[in-house]
Structure formats: structure tokens, C-alpha cells
């Protein structure tokens, strides 16, 4: 297994698994229906009772924060989908073909990095208008450009081996050369990526959430949670802290579980995007 | 601050050094009780394949080792102060020590300056003075001194912009600034292009003379070594198994490694002819070897090369570490040699991190 | 020979950041094109008559090709009229005048904050080599880089303020008004942008102090017996820059959308709030202008990163790195 005698990134690993496994079996928890109110008092504290207390609207928090967990990676997951997709697509393209394809995909990676992150993401709301679609299309735009240069970089290096000119001279086409020698060769680092690219994701979606540009009421997400706790910060300070504390949990989770693969599958990734 | 050196003193003196290096695979004997002596403005050529400890030994004088390289027993002193041992300078003495008798010269002489700086920076930050030293001479003096013509232009460079010879000319200028009492070089040609080495060496040699600064020139290349030393010392398995005047040795060599290196050796027409025309591999040490490193590739291996540690010891008018030879004979066992039975005991609290911990596995 | 590839360096640096920031310009002028319905139902409404809507695009030269109208508009642009809030109907460029020194006196503390904490700490990590401290780092590394700056905000705003420890946890004070009263009020806010920086920083200098000092030059200054001091000053920290410089460019980026989160959260009258306000109030007038100049002032803090980088290592002008 990987994550050799790294204490840190192994407990990360079961911190991930443990969350992944509330998201994913969150609807079958016995812990009530999250979008039923007045089912105890308002604004309670946690309590033996209320585990981790009641919102303005006598919900309890518990199963929200469940949901919460469940579409903050739901959200981020799939938008990754859609990085991973489109960034190695247009990686191995823009490794595969030079000239103007690649000039013309290498630079408009720029062209979107160049962009501050969250406010390519609110102009992107902006045309959406709030919600899930406009949060996740914001997500692979922001995290496309570097998987597309992180796997180019990759491919580059395998395309001019020589099994690949084998099998170019053999007689190959190039769907079948980079599906089937570029691709595998280039699959550790996207996966290290889109380790980065979910973290990522998970910052600009509860971030959209957290200005309200995000997930909209009654669903939740931890970002739309903090940002419906905020207004109760100084009286009921767990609606915004215990949420906020697991998504930056979360969110470590995956950046170190990132590391640990990276270290174990010895490739280079590129995280730093906020 | 000016240490106490005493000049008439060997200005390296190395007894029975043991150096490991701790590693992911567990320890590496780097040393293996190598003794060596140089003397004040002696030329001696350090020779021995990859592996066989010469650069371990080379950056040891300087306690320049790696942070996992680890002091296990023996002495090493310079102009009669320790630097291993007993009694070892650290801290501010031992920089000293460094700055007032040792230069370096690394093998690769582009990397060993500065890239972001000019040259005339480097050399003016280099060889900013000693309070004592009123009238320092100008960078462009010391460029002039080894030989370099365009000076003004290299003292505007870069390093990057410099060529390996051009770079190794200013390394030996930074080296020999103050008049070091040793030099080392490393490998000082093998990044320097083929037609340039015999100057190179050539102007190494002869500045060090003029200034009558011993070298200790660590090398591969036998041929060098023929022309411009006067003693060579030979390595095999972390110690010195012969050393002596380089014509004598190398015209009569008595270890029958030195013997097989000679004949390894094409003739003097190769320069920078590399030394692996020997059967077999050199060894890899883990702790003391129990008998003669080389036993295992000799052709005149006896018994005991193979169970018994052959002592360095005087033969004629040379050192030897060899059974086949007078004085080789078994006074000490393998089992003194690996207890480090006579190790000084003060070395037992020096058994730290040395090289001022800075730097990891290379 | 220098002078000319460093001065093909910068020329070639200045013409990729013009470039990016026209394909920026066309980037955000788009964007506003593709609101579903268009400029004219949002300025007017859903139950506008298509009368009324046609007007108002001859009016705003709406009707006139696309084409046409990205180069009027960047005609405004480019003498500084950015438009007006169709909103207020005060002109963009008046918002940002007033909302400016807001913003970039909040990103200037953090700025300050991640340098002068961020650098001695790298430096300090660097040096040391402790498997303990290096864990201990990378632990509170990964924090800081972990938790989102609205987390970080809400948990000092509720410190602060449950527990009176001091500091003001909203509202803003002109600085020509109160100085005091202004930095009082900004340092939770700067901090809490900083923490990020701070630890970007500390990881990438550490890293980078690490590896110059297994550089050979090193080595060579340890052997002529400089000291330590004089080995850092001079020889580690200049060669260890480049790559901070690189972080301290990507970390003004994430400001940007930094600010937006935490002039919210502390109430900040600055920039990120109007843009902010704009897209709540589908202002797209104010929106376009301010996040085209946002960009513009990331490329160009990159331009300038970018200079920096060839000014510090002399190989990057000729090409031999990056």
C-alpha cells in the first residue's frame, strides 16, 4: 500500500474514508430528516440531546451537516470529473499535436490562470446566475489550466519515447496512441491533480456558498452553512464553527492524502491555487 | 581567532579515521581506519576508483561532511590542530581554522560560485579582509596571478557565462587568496574540457609551489598524477593501502592494487584515462572489513588477507597496508579493528552529526 | 551581450502580459454578453415591453455587432471610463476611486504581514532539520493551508468578540480619520488573509533555503571559512528568492477573491464588497469594470514578479531556467 511510515498521510486516509463513507451513506443515517423544522427549539446549544444543537429554524444541525458533507464532496467530485476530462484531454492534445492546436490550448490555460481564482468564479456566477451549475463550471475552469499543463508536461515526456514512435511507425492512429501508451503513463499524475483540483474545489464552492453565491437554501452544502449561521455567530457560534471546522478537516484531509500519493507514486503535482 | 598552528607540523595528519554515513540501507563505511600524513608544501596525489572514500576523506579535513555522515573513531588533524578526536575544534576556532589553512578547489567549478552574483562580487565578498591584512590587492590582481587575460570581462560575468576553465581558474584564485597551508581539489579537471586539463593542473601546481601551499589533489587520472606529484597515496576500500614518491611507486608499485591500477594504465600517451580495467568490484562496506578490502579481487591473496586486517606500516621507503609485504603481519585482529578496541575514548561523546548539520543525503 | 537578452527578456515578458490582458478584456466583455436575457431585461426587467428594450439598446448601442461594440467599449476603457452602475448611475470608475485605498490597504497589511512572518520563519525551517520539527511544520503548514479564510474570519470574529480581546471585528475607520482606529479595525481582516501567505511561504522558502544550501556554492563558501551569517546573507537567501517571488505573485491572486470573503465577513467598504454588491444587484456595469481592473492589476503584479525573477537570478533573462 502506499503512504509507507507517513503517520500523517495514513491518518488522513482514514479521516477521508470515514467522511467519504457519512457523504455516501448519509440518506440511510438514522438521524432525522435534515429539512424537517421546529423539531426541537431554536438556537439550542449541543447537548446530550442535540449533538451538535439546533438552527434558527428548529432543524437539527446533525443531519444538515451530514447533507452539508455529502454536497461539498458531491459538488467538488464531480467538478473534478470534469477537470480530470478536460484537463487530460486537452493535456495529451496539446502534448500530442504542436503547432497550432497546442499553441491555441497552451495558451488559453494562461489566459484562465492569469485570472485571480474566486473572481473568475463570481463573473462566472454572475452569468449563471446562484447555484450548483454555476459553482461546478466555475471549479473546472479554475482547475482545468493546470491540469492541462501538469499532464502535457507528463505527456511530453512520453510521447518522444521511443515505444510511442514504435508504435507510430507500426502504424497507429493517434486516438489509439495516447489512449493506450499515453494515457497510462500520464494516470499517476492526474490522479495526484485531481487530489489538488478536489481541495480546490471545495474551497471555491463553499466559498461561492459562503457569499450566498453558491448552493441556495434548503439544500446545504458546509459553505452554505456557515454562511446561513453567520448572522448567529455570537449566540449560537457551533451553526458556523462546526461546520467551518469540518470542511477546513475535510479539505486537509485531501491535501494530505495528495501528498502521501504523490510521494508514493513519485510524480510532480502542482497544488498551490486558491 | 588566529589559531594556534604550528608549522612544522604535517598540515593533514589523519590516524586510523573511521567515517560512516547512516543511510535509508543502514550504514555505509565510507573510512576504514585510513591514516595519512601531508607535509607543509608537499604535493600529494590522492588516487582511488569511485567509492574507495578519497572525496570523503578530502571534505573530512575540512569537517565539511554530509549531516549523515557519522565520526566513528580515529584522528584528524590540521597544521597540529584536531579537527576529529580528542580535543576538536568547533564553532568559531574551526572556521577559522578553515578560512587561515584550507582552500578547496570542487570538480565542478561552474556550480561552486555563486549563480546569482558577478564574479567580482564573489571575490570581493571572498576575500574581504582579516583586520591584520591592511592592504588588500585587488580581485583583478588574483585573476591576473592564474593566468586569466580577459579580466575585466570575467569579473563582469556571471558564472553561467564562463566556461568550466575559465570557472576553475577563478575557484583556484578564490582558493589560494590568503595563502592556505592546504589546498584540496577534487576531481579540479574532470568538468573542464580535455584540452584544457594539463593547464589547468599545470597552473594549480605551480601556484601552489609559488605559495608554498601543500595540495592534496584527488584524482582518477594516473597520468596527471605521474607528471605533477611528488607523493602519491593510493585508496582502496575507505583506506590508504600505499603511499609513497609518485615516480617510485608507480615505476615499482608494491600493493598489488597499485600494481594492477599501473597496468590498468594503457600507457603515458592517454591522458584522463579512467582507472576500471580491474576484475571484479570494489566493495562496499557496511563495518569494518575483517581482512584486506582488495583480498577478494588479488590474484596473491593469502589466507590471512581474507581474516586478518593488514596494518599501514612503513616498507622501505614507503607506507603499506598489505600481508604480502614486511610488517603486514597480523598484530591486529579483525575483531580489535571492529570493537574500535583502541579508538581514543574522548570519540565516543564526538559520535554526533558533523558537517554543522546542513546537509542530507547526497 | 546581457543587455540585449535581458532587454528581449522584459520585451517579451510586457507583450505576453499585453496579450493576456486583452484576452482578458474579451474574456469579462463576453461574460456580460451571455447573461441569459441580456443587458436590456435586467436593466428594465423581465416585464418590460420589447419596445422599451429596443430603445434602450439603440440608446446603450446595444443593437450594433458585438465586435463593434468590445472595441467601443474598449475605446471607454482605455481613456478610463469604465462605465456606469446600473445601480447608483454613478460611474464606475468614481466607486473605485473611493473604494480603492479599502482594498489595497487591506491587501498591502497582508501582504506586509506574509512577508515579514512568512520569510524569517522559511528561513528558520530551512535551517533546521529536525524530523520532529519538520513534521510539526508540515502539520501547521497543511492547516493554514487547509482552512478557508471564511472559517479562519468567523473563528477570530467570534474569539474576538465573545471574549473582548481587543480588536474592533467589523467596520472600517478612514485612515486619514483615525489612523489607529483604522489599523485596529483592519487587523483582523489582514491576518486573517495572512495566514495563508504566511504558510505558502514558509513551505516554499523552506523547501528552497533547503535546497540551495545543498548547493555546491555553499559547500565552497562553508570551505573558505565564511561564516554563517555571512553565508546566509549573501549566498542562501538571494539564490532561495526566485521561488518565493513566484508564491508572493500567486498569493496576490488569491487576495483577490480573498478580500471579497473577508471585506464581507468584517464589513469593509472596499472594492471586493462593491463587485460583490454587483453581482447581487446584477450590476453587470460595475462587475465588468471592476473585475477587468482586478485582472489587470494581477498581470501586471506578475509582469512585475516576472522582471523581478531576471533581476535576481541573471540565468533566467538568457533562458537557462524556467
Known sequence: ?274 | MNPETDPSAPVLALSDLVVEYATRHGRLRSLDEATLSVAPGQIVALVGESGSGKSTLGMAAGRLLASNALHVGGRLSLAGRPVYGSGAVDGEPLRALRRDVLGFVFQNPVTALDPTMRIRRQMELACRGRREDRHERPVAELLQEIGLSDVSRVLRSYPHELSGGMAQRVGIAMALRRRPRLLIADEPTAAVDATLREQILRLLVSRCREVGCALLLLTHDLHAVAQHTEQIAVMYGGRVIEHGPTAEVLDHPSHPYTRALVAALPGAEKPGQRLEAIRGIPPVLHTACPGCAFAPRCPDALPECRSTRPVYAAVGGRKLTCHLHTGGTASRSAASARNGADRDPADDADRDHHGQGRRTAT | MTLTGGARYFAGRLATGAATLLAISVLVFSAVHLVPGGYAEVVLGPTSSPEVRAALRAEFGLDRPLPVQYLEWLRHVATGDLGVSMGTGEPVSDQLIRRLPVTAELAGLALSLTVLVGVPLAVLAGLSRGRFGRGLSRLAGSTAMSIPDFVLGSLLVFLFSRFALGLPVGGHVPLAEDPVANLRAMALPALTLSVFGIALVVRTGRDAVAAVFNAPHITTALARGERMAHVIRHHVLRNAAIPVITVLATYVGYLMGGAVIVENLFSLPGLAQAVLNGIRGRDYATVQGLVLVASAAFIMINMLADITYAVVDPRVREGHRR
Open chain 1, 1 to 274: 500500500m502506499p503512504f509507507h511510515g507517513d503517520l500523517l498521510s495514513r491518518v488522513s486516509l482514514v479521516v477521508l474514508l470515514g467522511l467519504l463513507a457519512v457523504a455516501v451513506l448519509g440518506p440511510w443515517l438514522p438521524l432525522g430528516d435534515p429539512a424537517a423544522v421546529n423539531v426541537g427549539p431554536r438556537l439550542a446549544a449541543p447537548s446530550g440531546e442535540w449533538w451538535t444543537g439546533t438552527d434558527s429554524l428548529g432543524r437539527s444541525v446533525l443531519p444538515r451537516l451530514v447533507e452539508g458533507i455529502r454536497t461539498t464532496f458531491l459538488l467538488a467530485g464531480v467538478a473534478v470529473m470534469g477537470t480530470v476530462a478536460l484537463g487530460v484531454a486537452l493535456g495529451m492534445l496539446a502534448a500530442y499535436y504542436r503547432g497550432p492546436i497546442a499553441e491555441l490550448i497552451i495558451r488559453g490555460a494562461d489566459v484562465l490562470f492569469a485570472f485571480p481564482s474566486l473572481l473568475l468564479a463570481i463573473l462566472l456566477v454572475a452569468i449563471t446566475g446562484p447555484g450548483a451549475p454555476g459553482a461546478v463550471i466555475s471549479i473546472v475552469l479554475i482547475c482545468s489550466p493546470l491540469m492541462v499543463r501538469v499532464v502535457r508536461a507528463a505527456s511530453l515526456s512520453v510521447v518522444g519515447r521511443d515505444f510511442v514512435v514504435a508504435a507510430r511507425v507500426g502504424g497507429a492512429g493517434p486516438v489509439r496512441i495516447l489512449l493506450v501508451h499515453v494515457l497510462p503513463n500520464v494516470a499517476g499524475t492526474a490522479v495526484v491533480q485531481a487530489t489538488y483540483a478536489l481541495s480546490v474545489g471545495m474551497l471555491i464552492e463553499s466559498g461561492l456558498s459562503f457569499l450566498g453565491l453558491g448552493l441556495q437554501p434548503p439544500n446545504a452544502s458546509l459553505g452554505s452553512l456557515v454562511h446561513e449561521g453567520a448572522v448567529y455567530l455570537p449566540i449560537a457560534p457551533w451553526l458556523v464553527l462546526i461546520p467551518g471546522a469540518l470542511l477546513a478537516l475535510a479539505i486537509m484531509a485531501v491535501n494530505l492524502v495528495g501528498d502521501g500519493l504523490r510521494d508514493a507514486l513519485d510524480v510532480r503535482g502542482v497544488e498551490v491555487r486558491r
